[in-house]
């Protein structure tokens, strides 16, 4: 385990991850932040705490989307493996 300590939203916290995440964390870090700066100047208004929460946001749809796109590639080899098979047996 390798400790980190990053910086987001102007607070820094410590983190523990394994040796072959830290580039992926550090990666996110570096997109949350740019996240951040982009919806400061959007809405110039907000504060902080309301940024954080619409980039978690941002990052929950965007998951949300990605599992079922995942989901539904999943389904579509599983029904091409299922016509391949049947195509066998009918022959």
Do not use: H, W
């Amino acid at each position: 385990m390798k400790r980190l300590e990053i910086a987001i939203g102007g607070r820094v916290y410590p983190l523990k991850v394994e040796e072959e995440e830290v580039q992926m964390v550090m990666d996110t870090v570096e997109e949350i932040s740019q996240k951040l700066l982009d919806l400061q100047s959007t809405y110039s208004t907000k504060d902080m705490q309301d940024c954080l929460s619409m980039t978690l946001l941002t990052y929950a749809v965007e998951q949300k989307k990605q599992i079922k796109e995942s989901d539904t590639s999943e389904i579509e080899s599983r029904l091409s493996k299922m016509n391949l098979l049947l195509d066998e047996i009918i022959a």
